[in-house]
């Protein structure tokens, strides 16, 4: 690992863990990603792969079979698998977000059936929030559950679910009638047990495809048609109604530090491939590393690196330490985004003509950028967020 990106105050076990994955990324990742991409292929080999190192578990406790690290630590390994392909850390984040959930919100019951299952990768998590006409206006989600004895009858569409194919169990927003004033409390989350694959795959519920998609490729990403899906009503996140919202809210915080890992990680591969290159290719007689417009060019991208780096992991251990992070995160996960595609098309200029051929790497990671600047809230969804937050914390007495 070069000087960039260097994270200080870290354990012994967190740097053996973090030299663990760098190694399997270069060993295991790196080699095939382009082409696994190229292909859309899912990644099974690399998936066995995180599972016999111990990764689907890396946040879940101790005691229910995990390793009971921390957000910094989770968000450290991401960055490095997002080095070696983004989609790879896709295949985890949603999995690490309804772990963290269930860990915070869950039941007794749902902790000691699902969190040990899920630490060894047996069973895998999907998160489903979005829907087709509401986009971040979660308030205005259609998707509705209603009582029926024991049970909650589902019906409705949701969006965008990474993993909605492969993942076996599903954390899903819904509206209930709660009679609360707010939308907000009439909200709940509903952990859905399903058989992965394609079609219907539970009387109710259907996967219908994978969602073609310009980068972001190998990982499933789906709708969920739900018409009159039957749940128990014990599969309620916490056992209790109306507190999905704030749920699926503390989930996305951890999941907005993820996104800000990954592009982290694509920012720092792509800085890598410049740099690389820089030094390989001659044009008038000398390293086009040596021409003072690329070397600006290097200068600058590995500063915004080594920024979005630090913010993000200012905002991990800000959460890690228990206070609230939704500016933090905010702030992370907007700077890591927009930084990520600015140092990309870096990168992607330094190429010059070879930074538009399929052979090299580069125009995997110029794909693939753009889907952190809309990943767990837009850009402008982090804006309002952190402006918001900024007058609350400026409020004139």
């Not at 907000?184 to 259907?206: C, D, I, Q, S, Y």
């Not at 507190?243 to 699926?248: D, E, K, S, V």
């Not at 890992?261 to 030094?279: H, K, M, N, P, S």
Request: aromatic content about 8%; proline content about 3%.
């Amino acid at each position: 690992m070069g000087r960039l990106a260097w994270t200080d105050g870290l354990s012994e076990v967190q740097r053996e863990i973090l030299d663990t994955i760098a190694e399997f990324v270069d060993r295991e990742v790196l080699p095939v990603a382009t082409e696994l991409e190229h292909a859309d292929a899912y990644p099974q080999r690399i998936v066995d792969g995180l599972k016999k190192l111990g990764v689907f578990g890396l946040t879940i406790p101790e005691q229910y079979g995990g390793l009971g690290e921390s957000l910094l630590t989770y968000a450290l390994v991401v960055e490095e698998l997002s080095r070696g392909w983004m989609s790879v850390s896709g295949i985890l984040n949603t999995h690490f977000i309804v772990a963290y959930m269930i860990g915070r919100h869950g039941t007794e019951e749902q902790k000691a059936r699902l969190l040990p299952k899920m630490a060894t990768g047996e069973v895998r998590g999907a998160f489903s929030m979005s829907e087709p006409d509401c986009g971040s206006d979660v308030a205005a989600i259609r998707t509705r559950a209603r009582r029926d004895g024991d049970h909650y009858v589902i019906d409705g569409r949701k969006m965008w679910l990474t993993n909605g194919a492969t993942a076996n169990l599903i954390a899903l927003l819904c509206r209930t009638d709660e009679g609360a004033d707010s939308p907000h409390r009439n909200m709940t989350t509903f952990l859905v047990e399903k058989e992965p694959g394609f079609g219907e795959v539970a009387p109710g519920l259907t996967i219908p495809g994978k969602i073609e998609k310009m980068g972001y490729k190998g990982v499933d990403t789906t709708e969920l048609l739900l018409d009159g899906y039957r749940v128990p009503a014990g599969s309620i996140l916490g056992g209790v109604p109306g507190r999905g919202f704030y749920q699926m809210m503390d989930g996305v915080e951890v999941g907005r530090v993820n996104v800000a890992a990954r592009a982290c990680g694509v920012a720092r591969r792509a800085f890598e491939l410049a740099i690389d290159y820089a030094q390989r290719r001659e044009t008038f007689g000398k390293r086009i590393a040596d021409h003072q417009a690329v070397r600006f060019r290097l200068a600058e991208m590995a500063t915004k690196v080594e920024a979005a780096h630090q913010m993000m992991v200012m905002a991990a251990r800000r959460k890690d330490s228990g206070r609230r992070n939704d500016l933090e995160a905010g702030m992370a996960k907007y700077l890591a985004g927009e930084y990520c595609k600015e140092v990309v098309e870096d990168a992607f200029r330094i190429h010059g003509g070879y930074g538009y051929s399929t052979e090299y790497e580069i125009e995997r990671l110029y794909r693939e950028a753009p889907m952190l600047l809309i990943g767990e809230g837009t850009a402008d969804i982090q804006k309002m967020i952190i402006g918001r937050r900024l007058l609350e914390e400026y409020r004139l007495d």
